[in-house]
């Protein structure tokens, strides 16, 4: 089945140790993001990669690090979480096709991490 | 990005046809129609899309007026399973598009009824 799996799917951690949230999908897409989403505020990206060994930053990349080794992993690394990081966060991924590129996004099911 | 305007809430029966509108009279010649849901707290689930052109699939049917402003999402034969917030978002086609400030807006939460 085509999916994008996370996980963990929930986390709670104390301030200050690092973690990292998995992200990987299997449907040999080039393009891959994260989001966070908060009540009220939607969802909001965090970093995205067009393809292996690119990435850039989104709306709001202060605090977290992300990878994109390979094709079908884009981890959500956190060095050092504090409190406001806590949030529901979603992986992403879709199909670049080039000139007609209006493949939809397709979300992982979430992780909700709460930082202490 | 163009704007859209839904209904904040609407009741279905089980079985029964849900027709979702969407307004959307900004939207320009490029910009694609999608519509996502989301059921609470799990990620949100891609639908449908379209340009122009009526579009069909497993899941919904996505009927778009033939001026663009507007659109309707419908769910054939509604189950308890299809309770969720609707999404309707437009998007320009770019091949440089990173799907940031990605503005899923309100909705429409969907409840179905036995």
């Known amino acids: 089945e085509a999916q994008v799996t996370q996980n963990p799917r929930y986390l709670i951690t104390v301030t200050g140790k690092k973690l990292t949230v998995t992200c990987s999908q299997n449907?040999?897409?080039?393009?891959m993001s994260w989001y966070r989403q908060d009540p009220g505020l939607g969802l909001r990206q965090i970093y995205y990669s067009m393809n292996v060994e690119v990435t850039d930053k989104g709306d709001v990349p202060e605090g977290y690090k992300v990878s994109r080794k390979e094709k079908r992993n884009f981890p959500l690394i956190l060095e050092s979480p504090s409190p406001n990081q806590t949030s529901l966060y979603f992986c992403?991924?879709?199909?670049?096709?080039?000139?007609?590129?209006?493949?939809?996004?397709?979300f992982g099911n979430g992780t909700r991490l709460t930082v202490t | 990005d163009a704007k859209t305007t839904q209904p904040t809430s609407m009741d279905c029966a089980e079985g029964r046809a849900a027709n979702l509108p969407c307004n959307h009279s900004t939207i320009s010649g490029n910009e694609y129609v999608y519509w996502y849901r989301q059921i609470h707290s799990q990620g949100p689930q891609y639908i449908i899309h379209?340009?122009?052109n009526n579009e069909t699939n497993e899941m919904a049917s996505l009927i778009i007026t033939e001026d663009r402003k507007s659109s309707t999402l419908i769910l054939p034969h509604a189950t308890l399973r299809d309770t969720a917030v609707y999404y309707c978002i437009v998007r320009v086609q770019k091949t440089t598009d990173s799907w940031g400030k990605l503005q899923f807006g309100a909705g429409t939460q969907v409840v179905v009824t036995p």
């Open positions: 379209g340009l122009k």
């Open positions: 449907m040999n897409h080039e393009y």
């Open positions: 992403a991924s879709r199909y670049r096709s080039g000139v007609a590129d209006n493949s939809p996004l397709h």
